[in-house]
């Protein structure tokens, strides 16, 4: 077995890279046991990588142990960072496991850059909300009006239908509030404001229920104006 290693040190920097580059392949595609299997495989790799540098110090091949090193740690350095990248931006399946219940009402987003302006809400003909496709999948816009609020900021809270799950809490909240300071003629406006769902993939619609709040400036008071559910994806950052 030593006489193995020490012969075939060149092998197992091959190995490491053809595992790092399986490994990031199969996480640009859909997530299967291969992932797992391949990530055992990486991980008996390194430690036969490790042992193999052992070996060949206690056996005095200062070249080939050198060598080894030097091309397993550029091996390591190229494919680490797309290897990582993939892990993070590979599909999570936060659609799939949350299915559009059958006979559910909702509404589509309007095509990106799409010139449709949205009729008012039917329930309320002060108010309308409007989401719009940005430039990439789970990337969005909005329209909103409502009538005069007094001065104060909106934004947006969103949740998964069937679970009730908040998406993007925090995030969402931030990219898309507004301050406004109304005018009574006019009411609140906000124009096509940019927000991110990232809770799913590309391609992968599940059900959100998108609510508008506002917040008093004068009394930090928040309350829901209106809501509507729309099919929605995830952007796979």
């Known amino acids: 077995m030593i006489r ?3 012969k075939f040190w060149w092998a197992f920097p091959i190995m490491l890279a053809l595992s790092m580059i399986a490994l990031i392949v ?3 595609k859909t997530p299967s ?3 797992t299997i391949i990530g055992i495989l990486l991980l008996l790799v390194i430690i036969a990588l490790l042992a193999s540098w052992v070996l060949l110090l206690i056996n005095k091949q200062w070249l080939k142990a050198f060598l080894s090193f030097i091309v397993s740690a550029v091996v390591g350095c190229i494919l680490l960072i797309p290897l990582t990248l993939s892990a993070m ?3 999570d399946g936060f659609g799939k496991d949350h299915p559009i219940p059958e006979g559910l009402e909702y509404n589509l987003p309007l095509p990106f850059e799409s010139e449709k302006v949205e009729l008012v809400d039917s329930l309320n003909n002060k108010t309308y909300l ?3 496709n940005d430039s990439q ?3 969005y816009k909005y329209d909103f009006y409502y009538g005069s609020l007094g001065p104060g900021e909106v934004f947006l809270r969103c949740y998964e239908v069937t679970s009730n799950i908040p998406l993007s809490e925090d995030r969402l909240i931030e990219e898309s509030r507004v301050s406004v300071s109304p005018q ?3 009411g609140m406006v906000v124009n096509k404001q940019s927000f991110t769902i990232y809770e799913g993939d590309w391609d992968d619609y599940y059900a959100a229920r998108i609510e508008v709040w506002f917040k008093n400036a004068e009394t930090n008071r928040e309350s829901k104006l209106l809501e509507k559910v729309y099919r929605v994806e995830g952007w796979m950052r």
């Open 26 to 28: 199969l996480f640009t």
């Open 184 to 186: 009574k003629q006019f």
């Open 89 to 91: 931006s590979g599909p």
């Open 137 to 139: 999948g789970g990337m």
């Open 130 to 132: 409007q989401i719009w």
């Open 33 to 35: 046991i291969l992932e």
């Open 4 to 6: 193995l290693f020490i």
